[in-house]
């Protein structure tokens, strides 16, 4: 089966191509996808809520609290662990993608708890635009005013792959004390630099909804709803933590 490509590397050919389509009974659909994101949406704020108490009980004012660490460690290596695992074996997404979206809201809980710490009520504001952003990207895309074309497409897949390469290349070179400020900083290029990945990974939305999409119209196996909430999420948390950046760098410059 041939599938349009997606720069979320969850939905990929290779990936869809291991599922065998149109022999199930119960195939994919997009309202048992949409179900599975509501679910595992529920999942990541249950347990973010988890570490965010208990980061505000340790009485931490500012930075990371020791107290949260284990668990924000634990969450993030095993988040990560997970979602190798389920882009390798996506059979395996009704019981992996549940576990990943519990153990990344033990990273984010922490996560966002510190932020708001710093800068109070900018992790509310940047949970409004992850949503706000989500279901725009959703009307635009079933109104037709955003067409996935294959120009659309590898012009968000190639960005996504620049600011990853990007990415990487600041961490390298930071470790050699290289002042990575620029990209880091408050300043008007930083946020500028933020802007630009927000905007990306918003449109990286488009090419998920469009992938989930066909490979219901494909029938694709009912498991696959699982891996494409799965996918979906990897792009949200994307989305949030850049967008908890952003609202940090502006708040910093006040």
Known sequence: MSL???SNPAFTDKIFAKASYGTYQD???VSGTVNKIAMMLLLVVA???YTWGMYFESGQTAGLS???M???IGGGIAGFVLALVTIFKPVWSPFTAPIYAVCEGLFLGGLSASFNAIYPGIVMQAVGLTFAILFMMLFLYKSGMIKVTKKFRTGIIAAT???CIFYVATWILGM???NMGFAFGNSLLSIGISLFVVAIASLNLVLDFDFIEKGAQKGAPK???WYGAFGIMVTLIWLYLEILRLLSKISSRN
């Open 47 to 49: 347990s973010a809520s």
């Open 176 to 178: 050699f004390g290289m």
């Open 4 to 6: 349009t490509k997606s």
């Open 66 to 68: 020791a107290a949260i």
């Open 27 to 29: 195939v994919m659909t």
């Open 161 to 163: 792959g620049g600011i």
């Open 70 to 72: 284990p668990w924000m």
């Open 223 to 225: 498991y696959m709803e």
